[in-house]
T-cell receptor, first 114, second 114 residues
C-alpha cells in the first residue's frame, strides 16, 4: 500500500527566504507526482506535475524535483512571499489500478511572515 | 480552461439523511474522480468515473455511490449519513483516466453531519 509522508508538518519563515518542502513515498512504482496548494477551506490548485521519467519541473519561483528510485520529491520555493502562505500537498499516481487514483500526504502548512 | 464547479459549497445534514453533491466542468475532460478530505488530513480517493462507468474505487462503503453523465458532469451520493462523513468533498477532472493525466480540482463541498 502506497504511503506518502510530508515533512515538516508546519513551517513559519520570514518573507524573502528560500525554502524546501519534502515529500516521500513508499512505493516507487508511480506514473507521476503532483504538487498542490490549498488555501484554508478551499480546493486544491495544481502547482507542478512531474512524470516518472522526469527529474524536475519549474514554474516561476517554484521548482520540484523527483527521485523516483529513492521515493522522494522536494518543492523549492524561492524568495517566499506572504501570499505563499497555504498548505502544500504532494500526491503520487501509482501504477495500481492503471493510475486511477492519487495518494496524498497530509501536507505542509506554510506561513510566510512580513 | 479547466475550471471545475462544485455545488453546493456548504451543506448541513442530519445523521441518517441522504445527500447529493455535484461537479461540472466546461473543459471537456472526460474523467471525474471524487475525494474526501477530513480536517487536517490529505484527500482520500473515493472513486473515479470514465465514460459513465465506475473505474476504480477506494476503501469506502457502498452507501457512497456516483454517476457520470454524457456531458461528463458527475454526482456523488451518500446514503445513511454518519457523523464521520463530515468532511470536504473534492471533485477532480482529468483528460482520460490515463496514467500521465494531470488532475484539476474544484473548490469542494463542505459537508457537516449533525
Amino acid at each position: 500500500k502506497q504511503e506518502v509522508t510530508q515533512i515538516p508538518a508546519a513551517l513559519s519563515v520570514p518573507e524573502g527566504e528560500n525554502l524546501v518542502l519534502n515529500c516521500s513515498f513508499t512505493d516507487s512504482a508511480i506514473y507521476n507526482l503532483q504538487w498542490f496548494r490549498q488555501d484554508p477551506g478551499k480546493g486544491l490548485t495544481s502547482l507542478l506535475l512531474i512524470q516518472s521519467s522526469q527529474r524536475e519541473q519549474t514554474s516561476g519561483r517554484l521548482n520540484a524535483s523527483l527521485d523516483k528510485s529513492s521515493g522522494r520529491s522536494t518543492l523549492y520555493i524561492a524568495a517566499s512571499q506572504p501570499g505563499d502562505s497555504a498548505t502544500y500537498l504532494c500526491a503520487v499516481r501509482g501504477l495500481t489500478g492503471g493510475g486511477n487514483k492519487l495518494t496524498f500526504g497530509t501536507g505542509t502548512q506554510l506561513k510566510v511572515e512580513l | 480552461e479547466t475550471g471545475v464547479t462544485q455545488s453546493p459549497t456548504h451543506l448541513i445534514k442530519t445523521r441518517g439523511q441522504q445527500v447529493t453533491l455535484r461537479c461540472s466542468s466546461q473543459s471537456g475532460h472526460n474523467t471525474v474522480s471524487w475525494y474526501q478530505q477530513a480536517l487536517g488530513q490529505g484527500p482520500q480517493f473515493i472513486f473515479q468515473y470514465y465514460r459513465e462507468e465506475e473505474n476504480g474505487r477506494g476503501n469506502f462503503p457502498p452507501r457512497f455511490s456516483g454517476l457520470q453523465f454524457p456531458n461528463y458532469s458527475s454526482e456523488l451520493n451518500v446514503n445513511a449519513l454518519e457523523l464521520d462523513d463530515s468532511a470536504l468533498y473534492l471533485c477532480a477532472i482529468s483528460r482520460d483516466p490515463g496514467a500521465n493525466a494531470e488532475a484539476f480540482f474544484g473548490q469542494g463541498t463542505r459537508l457537516t453531519v449533525v
